[in-house]
């Protein structure tokens, strides 16, 4: 038990050292509250005598983002998608996204954002815990007056999910980490390079089957090279439910 402790405490730092980039003294800061619910499923339910569409399978994802000390509403997501099992451990996706913007990410007026994605997701358990990988590419379009052009950002996801049986066989403890990048310049003022990185720590508990629950920190840093508005760092307070129909 302590030995296990050691490896979370140590793994902890590791991350907020990797999340915790030295801001420049015109980072600004806000503590923010996110939420999230996630549903995925497969398709079998429109044929049962047709055992090829359990690989068939739908993604459905709503997000709310409030920001300005969790004051106001600053962002949400609606997120669907498509997707085919390779295996049981390998997924290919493709969807779309809407997303509602305001302060603090909204430079100036509020604006939407619709957004094509696909991703390879990869999840396998261990005696260790469960390692998940998420490799993601985006294509960005933007209502912004005078925008014009489409943005490309690849994002490179990994969480591990750390049992904790001490405490209960349904609890874990969760370590994650997301890198994006933004592969191209546009005329909004998106440079190409490193976008932006978020840190999560925090705890888990399988309610049953189709129900986990998550709630812990987010650490997200903001890079604005060239750009009159200065970096960011969010603290933020992350609820998740995932609903799994598989």
Do not use: C
Request: glycine share 10%; aromatic share 16%.
């Amino acid at each position: 038990m302590l030995k296990k402790l050691n490896i979370l405490i140590a793994s902890t730092i590791m991350g907020l050292m990797l999340s915790g980039y030295v801001a420049a003294e015109k980072t600004v800061q806000d503590f923010q509250t996110w939420g999230m619910v996630l549903g995925t499923g497969n398709f079998s339910a429109l044929n049962p005598n047709n055992p090829n569409l359990s690989k068939f399978k739908w993604w459905l994802e709503g997000q709310g983002r409030f920001g300005d000390d969790s004051s106001r509403f600053s962002q949400g997501i609606i997120r669907p998608g498509v997707g085919y099992a390779v295996n049981d451990e390998t997924s290919l996706w493709v969807g779309y996204a809407w997303i509602p913007t305001d302060k603090p990410f909204a430079g100036g007026n509020r604006f939407n954002e619709n957004r094509i994605w696909q991703q390879l997701l990869w999840s396998k358990p261990y005696s260790f815990g469960t390692i998940t990988a998420r490799t993601r590419t985006e294509q960005r379009f933007f209502d912004i007056p005078g925008s014009s052009d489409v943005a490309y950002r690849f994002r490179q996801f990994f969480k591990w999910s750390i049992p904790m049986p001490f405490i209960s066989p349904k609890t874990f403890f969760i370590l994650q980490d997301e890198v994006f990048v933004n592969l191209n310049d546009i005329d909004t003022g998106i440079r190409a390079g490193f976008n932006q990185n978020r840190f999560f720590t925090g705890f888990g508990y399988k309610f049953n089957k189709i129900a986990t629950g998550e709630i812990g920190y987010m650490n997200q840093y903001f890079n604005r090279p060239d750009n009159p508005r200065p970096d960011q760092m969010q603290h933020i307070l992350g609820v998740n439910l995932f609903l799994n129909f598989n």
